[in-house]
């Protein structure tokens, strides 16, 4: 079968810097995305990769290694907007999206 | 300002009642999809449109129906409402179709549906 797993829950504090893991397992790979969605909204387009490597946007990057089915979602300067849960959604070889649980992440003051 | 309406913004519905969520985009984008969210499960596709007149199957279509009569609206219909049907529902679209590169989905805002 197919599966994304991220971290449930992750706690971090203000002004850190917080990585949120992803790992997947999909029938082929056409691309890996990150959204965030704010608690009671609908997901807002973060990043996408599919090309080995790191990409950088602002505060936010995202890197990627598609030997390892592996992903991660760098913020930097967390503030507490960044309260949010971020979803991992990968693109298989029938180019539908199969999307992680997501990970809610926590900042503290 | 542009982007994707849904309507109710939240139901709550008695089992085996017909229900419609309705789902507006002004961006003239291609492809719409319907997804449903559900606590500690990843978003799950019931049905999409690459385009309009076109309809497919996602994971999750069984009592589900939706059609695609022109670009900008895509209604889900619950033919007859079961509890487990209970869930936030999103719309969302996209400029191309799936196979296009990053295809990024632009969503709308959600409709919570509870069956009771």
């Known amino acids: 079968g197919q599966n994304i797993d991220q971290p449930t829950e992750m706690t971090a504090t203000e002004g850190a810097i917080v990585q949120i893991n992803c790992t997947y397992q999909?029938?082929?790979?056409?691309?890996l995305f990150w959204y965030q969605q704010h608690a009671g909204e609908a997901p807002t387009f973060l990043s996408y990769?599919?090309l080995d490597g790191l990409e950088e946007k602002g505060r936010f990057s995202s890197f990627l290694s598609r030997s390892k089915g592996y992903s991660y979602l760098l913020l930097k300067e967390l503030q507490m907007k960044d309260s949010a849960s971020y979803l991992c959604a990968v693109k298989d070889s029938n180019y539908q999206l199969i999307w992680g649980a997501g990970t809610k992440l926590i900042i503290k003051p | 300002i542009a982007g994707i309406t849904q309507a109710p913004t939240s139901q709550i519905l008695a089992a085996g009642r017909r229900m419609t969520l309705r789902c507006t985009q002004d961006m003239r984008h291609n492809a719409m999809y319907w997804y449903r969210q559900d606590l500690g499960l990843g978003l799950r596709l019931i049905h999409y449109s690459n385009t309009a007149g076109t309809t497919g199957k996602g994971e999750v279509p069984d009592g589900y129906s939706v059609s695609r009569a022109n670009t900008d609206d895509f209604p889900l219909t619950l033919a007859s409402a079961v509890p487990s049907q209970t869930s936030v529902y999103f719309c969302?679209?996209?400029?191309?179709?799936?196979?296009?590169?990053?295809?990024?989905?632009?969503f709308g805002a959600g409709s919570r549906l509870t069956v009771l």
């Open positions: 969302a679209s996209s400029a191309g179709t799936p196979d296009s590169g990053a295809n990024v989905l632009t």
């Open positions: 990769n599919v």
């Open positions: 999909t029938s082929g790979f056409n691309g």
